[in-house]
């Protein structure tokens, strides 16, 4: 038999699994909430931008550095600065050591933050699936849509993700059999049935969700969402023409038909008028004629 955890084993194990709680955490940290994309508001033109080294906008110096890998403002004494500052907190521009090619902010002289900032940067390749706008093309903070997992500027984020989970076909059938799909994937926007979801030759992990078979990004259930299809609204069909009659063109007009109508209307009108008063202007000119031949 296994010998019996005493006390001191059990909190040792538990002090490692928390410090691997907390390694990996540090690792996972959202885009909304990272130090290079915390938000800032110029000093000289009181604009709220994205944090950076120079304002968008004024191309103003900002006045405390914020640091894209720790988020400190002021180096405290010691530590592992590639400067040396003994017994001097150092902050504004004496405590940067760099900018960041790919987030455009401030990264402070710390040896380890100057060393790993640039190879795990969020923003590596943060170009918006919307307006296709990289970090250098405006202003704004970044985020990522929470069913595609895809970059978002502020100016679309609320409208892509409210039209995010609709699907690429007509009905929720699988895209290579007419079974219903079961999964969906949110990237390609497409479904899978049970039988074509899954690939040959490849090992699957018990309890997580299963990669989609096109980009690998991972599928959920469609019961679980609330995926909507594509529809197509024709531009003519969609319109009411001027009056419900049983013409041809009853429901295929472009909106104007109700001031062609009356212009034809007027134009009939016109007509007839003028063809009376012809007729009149003949009857009395053979009256006259008539009577200068008695």
């Known amino acids: 038999m296994p010998k019996k955890k005493t006390g001191q084993r059990k909190k040792a194990d538990k002090m490692k699994m928390r410090q691997k709680e907390i390694r990996n955490a540090k690792e996972n940290v959202p885009i909304a909430t990272h130090p290079c994309n915390a938000s800032m508001e110029c000093d000289k033109c009181h604009r709220k931008q994205r944090s950076r080294a120079f304002c968008y906008f004024c191309q103003n110096v900002q006045r405390l550095p914020i640091c894209a890998q720790c988020a400190k403002i002021k180096c405290m004494k010691g530590g592992d600065c590639v400067i040396r500052h003994a017994g001097i907190h150092a902050s504004g521009l004496g405590m940067v050591g760099a900018i960041c090619d790919f987030c455009e902010a401030w990264v402070c002289h710390s040896r380890k933050c100057l060393q790993t900032h640039a190879c795990t940067c969020p923003l590596q390749d943060a170009v918006c699936i919307e307006c296709e706008r990289g970090v250098w093309d405006h202003g704004g903070r970044l985020f990522k849509c929470s069913f595609c997992d895809s970059f978002l500027c502020e100016d679309d984020q ?115 008028e003028s063809e009376e008063s012809s007729t009149e202007e003949d009857e009395e000119d053979d009256d006259e004629e008539e009577e200068e031949q008695k």
């Open 158 to 272: 609320f409208e892509h993700q409210a039209s995010c989970q609709v699907l690429e076909s007509e009905n929720y059938k699988c895209q290579s059999c007419n079974k219903l799909g079961q999964y969906s994937c949110l990237r390609c926007k497409t479904c899978y049935c049970e039988d074509h979801v899954r690939r040959k030759g490849f090992k699957y992990e018990k309890n997580k969700s299963i990669p989609c078979p096109k980009c690998n990004y991972d599928t959920s259930q469609t019961k679980d969402l609330s995926m909507s299809t594509r529809s197509h609204k024709f531009g003519r069909q969609g319109q009411s023409g001027f009056g419900d009659d049983d013409d041809d063109d009853a429901g295929y007009s472009y909106g104007t038909s109700s001031y062609t109508n009356y212009e034809d209307e007027s134009d009939y009108n016109d007509s007839d």
